[in-house]
């Protein structure tokens, strides 16, 4: 009986816990999206990235389903902060709230330029990367 009580309370919290862990923020670079390599990002290529259609249809300005780079590029301007990933507040990206975003220890090595372990501002401003 203990057992199905268990099982009964692992079923109840199981839907929040996998909703909590979606509103991780995640990121990915337009140019790991854009995996046809024609500098633009379709909304089929942004899907598999894991882009949510909301935060697609924000960036697609002119509304024609894909991304240019000039969208990218606006939409960075206004919305790359690295706060929303610094899970502990210290003003930069660790390997390891890097990879809970998404990012694969290459990209961190091509952004860490300083090789000190972390991501600043001023390197993650360097990259193209797009955060939701």
Same mark, same amino acid.
């Given at each position: 009986?203990?057992?199905?009580?268990?099982?009964?309370?692992?079923?109840?919290?199981?839907?929040?816990?996998?909703?909590?862990?979606?509103?991780?923020?995640?990121?990915?670079?337009?140019?790991?999206?854009?995996?046809?390599?024609?500098?633009?990002?379709?909304?089929? #290529? !942004?899907? @598999?990235?894991? %882009?949510?259609?909301?935060? $697609?249809?924000?960036? +697609? &300005? /002119?509304?024609?389903?894909? *991304? =240019?780079?000039?969208?990218?590029?606006?939409?960075?301007?206004?919305?790359?902060?690295?706060?929303?990933?610094?899970?502990?507040?210290?003003?930069?990206?660790?390997?390891? #709230? !890097?990879? @809970?975003?998404? %990012?694969?220890?290459?990209? $961190?090595?091509?952004? +860490? &330029? /300083?090789?000190?372990?972390? *991501? =600043?501002?001023?390197?993650?401003?360097?990259?193209?990367?797009?955060?939701?």
């Amino acid at each position: 009986m203990k057992f199905l009580n268990y099982l009964f309370i692992a079923a109840a919290i199981l839907p929040g816990i996998s909703q909590a862990q979606s509103t991780a923020p995640k990121a990915a670079s337009f140019s790991s999206m854009d995996t046809n390599k024609d500098q633009i990002v379709t909304k089929e #290529e !942004a899907q @598999k990235a894991g %882009m949510p259609d909301a935060v $697609f249809k924000k960036i +697609d &300005k /002119d509304g024609n389903n894909q *991304i =240019t780079s000039t969208e990218s590029n606006a939409y960075r301007a206004q919305n790359n902060s690295i706060d929303a990933i610094d899970s502990d507040k210290d003003k930069k990206i660790s390997r390891d #709230e !890097a990879v @809970k975003m998404g %990012m694969t220890a290459q990209e $961190f090595r091509i952004l +860490d &330029k /300083d090789n000190s372990g972390y *991501i =600043t501002q001023k390197e993650w401003d360097t990259g193209d990367w797009i955060i939701w």
